[in-house]
């Protein structure tokens, strides 16, 4: 089992930034690729970005790619998501996940934190 908390949500207005930590527990880390989603009201959960076991590649939905940047610590057990030029339609509940496979595909994502709310206003 894999325990996941993310952590680093909240308000901020449009143009800002902000970090998001994903803190692990349960098994080594570095074994799994780790994804990070989101799901605004009423709208599918979207991929966001996701990242290698061993950070070495990454890939971004098109609407983060640029302005999101996600990383890893396999010492501290963390992953990272950080945001920057936030826009309104970056709102969401944004929840970090884990795979043993490299992928965007939320079905092989096998353990999920419990979400943490970013709200982006004008």
């Known amino acids: 089992q894999v325990q996941l908390v993310e952590s680093g949500g909240g308000l901020v207005q449009a143009g800002g930034s902000l970090r998001l930590s994903c803190a692990a527990s349960?098994?080594?880390?570095?074994?799994?690729?780790m994804g990070w989603f989101r799901q605004a009201p009423g709208k599918r959960r979207e991929f966001v970005a996701r990242i290698s076991g061993s950070g070495g590649r990454t890939y971004y939905g098109d609407s983060v790619k640029g302005r999101f940047t996600i990383s890893r610590d396999n010492a501290k057990n963390t992953v990272y998501l950080q945001m920057n030029s936030l826009k309104l339609e970056d709102t969401a509940a944004y929840y970090c996940?884990?795979?043993?496979?490299?992928?965007?595909?939320?079905?092989?994502?096998?353990?999920w934190g419990q979400g943490t709310q970013v709200t982006v206003s004008s």
């Open positions: 349960g098994r080594t880390l570095s074994n799994y690729a």
């Open positions: 996940a884990a795979s043993p496979a490299y992928t965007d595909d939320t079905t092989r994502y096998n353990y």
